[in-house]
T-cell receptor, first 116, second 116 residues
Framework: DAGVIQSPRHEVTEMGQEVTLRCKPI?????LFWYRQTMMRGLELLIY????????DSGMPEDRFSAKMPNASFSTLKIQPSEPRDSAVYFC??????????????FGEGSRLTVL | GENVEQHPSTLSVQEGDSAVIKCTYS??????FPWYKQELGKGPQLIID?????GEKKDQRIAVTLNKTAKHFSLHITETQPEDSAVYFC???????????????FGKGTKLSVKP
């Protein structure tokens, strides 16, 4: 398997524009996670899915952020409208189970977002 | 909720020396403690983990110790090599309690530099 695949790797956009980040998890993994990484806050969990169903979105910063998983092989994280404070590296990760129970997280290489 | 503190934030050692990174956690119900290594431009990758029924675990040059009473755990790297240079994250989880409680809470990371 090629691992978790994220696109785009880099995105530069202007404030107010819509941003869509994409993720293809490892085949057979039942869990998909979206994380945000910044210097100030480290790795923050935004939302995670189990079998395509959102389970916990308490980490989503505000209504400007939304995530979907229409099928087992694809997920999107959308920011609309984007703001400069959204600039960060966004990671998608997948796992067989939750932490401690086949829960090793396999991360993609991340999408670096810069909002001007 | 769980809070994970990690120290130091940066660590510089000479090749061949040992490196120690320490983490504390707040929730006594946490029972699974993984360590992830993040190389430049990559996503984090699991290097070792420990569960609360074990006090120490070793894998070649890396080892992790856990003190449940004090609620702290540490990563030890012996005979460091330049390729060990990376950012290391500790994390804690309630593991097999499942649901949102099974999520990993990450420390803010330690940037390790190994000088040749």
């Amino acid at each position: 398997d090629a691992g978790v695949i994220q696109s785009p790797r880099h995105e530069v956009t202007e404030m107010g524009q819509e941003v869509t980040l994409r993720c293809k998890p490892i085949s057979g993994h039942d869990y998909l996670f979206w994380y945000r990484q910044t210097m100030m806050r480290g790795l923050e969990l935004l939302i995670y899915f189990n079998n395509n169903v959102p389970i916990d979105d308490s980490g989503m910063p505000e209504d400007r952020f939304s995530a979907k998983m229409p099928n087992a092989s694809f997920s999107t994280l959308k920011i609309q409208p984007s703001e400069p404070r959204d600039s960060a590296v966004y990671f998608c990760a997948s796992s067989l189970g939750l932490a401690g129970v086949d829960g090793e997280l396999f991360f993609g290489e991340g999408s670096r977002l810069t909002v001007l | 909720g769980e809070n994970v503190e990690q120290h130091p934030s940066t660590l510089s050692v000479q090749e061949g020396d040992s490196a120690v990174i320490k983490c504390t956690y707040s929730d006594s119900a946490s029972n699974y403690f993984p360590w992830y290594k993040q190389e430049l431009g990559k996503g984090p990758q699991l290097i070792i983990d420990i569960r609360s029924n074990v006090g120490e675990k070793k894998d070649q040059r890396i080892a992790v110790t856990l003190n449940k009473t004090a609620k702290h755990f540490s990563l030890h790297i012996t005979e460091t090599q330049p390729e060990d240079s990376a950012v290391y994250f500790c994390a804690a989880s309630k593991g097999d309690y499942g649901g949102s409680q099974g999520n990993l809470i990450f420390g803010k990371g330690t940037k390790l530099s190994v000088k040749p």
